[in-house]
């Protein structure tokens, strides 16, 4: 493990798992933290695709919500247990990526989104018209259940560290999958596709078995979702949350791990706080932050915390030369 | 006859009719974002907010200022296009050199503010505005009764259509506006301001989008979402067409709207889902849409 963190990265991974597993003992309310998980694990799913492989995916909530619907109705209809409930909804998401992603991946850059995107619409739709999907009500009462039919979920103390459980699981493998041989193909395309396609690499089979991969864990974080809330509605496969995880990777840092989850939790929480104070302002301001970032902030808290330290870790050497020179 | 297909005539050509018209929309705003995507290499994602502010200024001038439907539509263009002029001197021309992404992304933005704001002032309700007294009532054809401003609607956005692939194929201006695109550099050089050809040509852009919705005002609910909603499949009716294809956006979007009037027809719950499963189907067989060329 030690070869996948630089010292100051493990530093702030172990504070940071350190601060969630005492988040709900120092007053933070569970639901909005386990919430924030959710949209997080959502958004290092994106990370993978635009921030890894330069895929940027515009429908990436029909994934997370059909998976959200899928769970939810097989919980609360078809009394599975929540894990495999959980499986069921990540295996409906990568199904549906593997048809979106074998349509999209033909072609690329501004074409790939908006074909993600108008893909994600029909998902939309079916959502919005299927017998099971409770239509504009969305689907309610769906119970946490009995993890292993044995470790009851419904207290909210237990939930939320089955969700942390999970969360660092994945965020731990996302990892793992960018450093290895595989993750360093998918860098080598969002650098330079012709390259690595001269190179040999089957492009489009890396391509999508990123974006599979990618849908899944979107999946994962919407049956999570479910469970922890109980219902899944339209907004939940609407394009608008789709634009909302953008805004998320690219606010917190694009292409690096902990900046989805910043963003994530920055995003979740300015939409909690704003929400009984501003009404429909929340939708304008978060249209001020998508244009700043564009325009002024594309690296992101996180990036630009990585390109600060780069650069004054780079003049340290270069100052010590300086004075060496000064002397001699 | 009084019966097609097993559908009476009249509702069968009333639906037709009514995919004609929702594909004059289509047309009119995917030609718009052809335009803007050639000349800027920005995929508009604020066309659809444009649009519903077209309609709004519409509404706005008649409700406010007693302003009647041929000024506003001459009005509503003036007003966006300056509007676009401004989003372009402001914020798009930082953006050229990047990748095409982010401008999708600020536009994105863009249209979450427009929106936002609207819906801050107006609601989610609907606004309705009234058919302009020249285009009330309907004319009997025989085999069916058209609504005069519906046939209006067809004519005049053919009329926008046509005249905008005629400047930008016919002209000189459009000539420029056509080696722009292909190397900026070198037209620059031959003296031409590149520059101001791409600010208008954002404005123009952002104008027809506010033509599209004067002319959709008295046909349809004027809300703050309007925009949204439609612009995905205008997105969807760009790809099926080849992106940066002037006659393509127009043709696709005439066509798509006839689809899916038909589609209303036989089989209502798959209409709104048509335009995308015609796309997916036209991506695998032509991956650069139909009137595209392949980069």
């Known amino acids: 493990m030690s070869s996948w963190f630089s010292t100051p990265g493990r530093k702030a991974g172990w504070a940071a798992l350190a601060l969630f597993i005492a988040a709900p003992f120092i007053g933070i309310y569970p639901v909005f933290a386990m919430k924030a998980l959710c949209y997080a694990l959502f958004a290092c799913a994106f990370n993978l695709l635009l921030g890894y492989t330069g895929l940027l995916s515009f429908g990436h909530a029909a994934f997370m919500g059909a998976a959200a619907y899928g769970t939810g109705w097989l919980v609360r209809s078809a009394g599975f247990t929540p894990e495999l409930g959980l499986i069921a909804g990540v295996l409906v998401a990568a199904a549906l990526g593997l048809v979106v992603g074998l349509i999209a991946i033909r072609r690329q850059g501004i074409y790939f989104a908006m074909i993600t995107l108008a893909m994600a619409q029909m998902i939309f739709f079916i959502c919005l018209q299927a017998p099971f999907t409770g239509g504009e009500d969305g689907l309610q009462g769906v119970p946490r259940g009995k993890l292993f039919g044995l470790i009851s979920l419904e207290s909210d103390l237990t939930m939320y560290f089955f969700v942390l459980a999970i969360f660092v699981a994945v965020f731990l493998f996302i990892i793992r999958v960018v450093h290895s041989p595989y993750g360093q193909v998918l860098k080598a395309i969002r650098e330079n596709e012709p390259r690595a396609i001269s190179l040999g690499y089957n492009v489009n089979r890396y391509k999508l078995l990123a974006f599979v991969l990618s849908t899944a864990i979107a999946g994962l974080a919407g049956g999570l979702k479910t469970l922890v809330l109980g219902f899944a509605t339209l907004s939940d496969v609407h394009w608008s949350l789709s634009g909302e995880v953008i805004l998320m990777t690219l606010l917190g840092g694009l292409g690096t791990f902990a900046g989805p989850v910043v963003g994530a939790f920055t995003i979740i929480g300015l939409q909690n706080f704003l929400a009984d104070r501003v009404g429909s302002w929340v939708t304008v301001i978060i249209g001020v932050i998508f244009v700043v970032c564009v325009l002024a902030f594309r690296r992101g808290f996180v990036g630009e915390f990585i390109a600060r330290r780069k650069k004054s870790s780079a003049a340290e050497p270069a100052k010590a030369a300086a004075q060496v020179e000064a002397h001699a | ?295």
């Open chain 2, 1 to 295: 006859m009084t019966e097609i297909f097993g559908i009476p005539i009249q509702a069968f050509m009333g639906q037709l009719m009514l995919g004609l018209v929702n594909g004059s929309f289509y047309a009119m705003l995917s030609l718009g974002l052809a335009v803007i995507f050639g000349l800027l290499g920005i995929v508009n994602f604020a066309h659809g907010a444009l649009y519903m502010i077209g309609a709004y200024v519409a509404w706005f001038s008649l409700e406010t200022f007693g302003i009647n439907y041929w000024a506003a539509l001459l009005i509503a263009p003036i007003v966006v296009g300056a509007l676009g002029l401004v989003i372009e001197r402001s914020l798009l021309k930082h953006l050229y050199k990047l990748d095409p992404i982010y401008g999708l992304l600020l536009t994105f933005g863009l249209a979450l503010i427009f929106e936002g704001v609207f819906r801050e002032q107006y609601g989610v309700s609907g606004q309705s505005y009234a058919v302009p007294e020249l285009l009330q009532g309907a004319t009997n054809l025989g085999f069916m009764v058209l609504p005069n401003y519906r046939a209006w609607v067809i004519v005049a956005s053919l009329i926008v259509c046509l005249g905008t692939w005629a400047l930008i194929e016919k002209t000189s201006l459009g000539a420029k506006l056509r080696a722009g695109t292909e190397n900026p550099a070198l037209v620059q050089a031959f003296g031409i301001n590149v520059p101001l050809m791409v600010m208008f040509t954002y404005a123009g852009g952002a104008a027809l989008a506010a033509i599209a919705g004067v002319l959709a005002a008295p046909v349809i609910q004027i809300t703050p979402l309007m925009g949204s909603n439609l612009i995905i499949v205008v997105f969807a009716v760009v790809v099926i067409g080849g992106m940066g294809s002037i006659l393509g956006s127009i043709l696709t979007g005439l066509v798509l709207g006839l689809i899916e009037g038909l589609t209303k027809v036989f089989y209502p719950e798959a209409s709104s889902i048509v335009v995308f499963v015609i796309m997916a189907i036209v991506l695998m067989i032509r991956p650069a849409g139909l009137f595209g060329k392949e980069k």
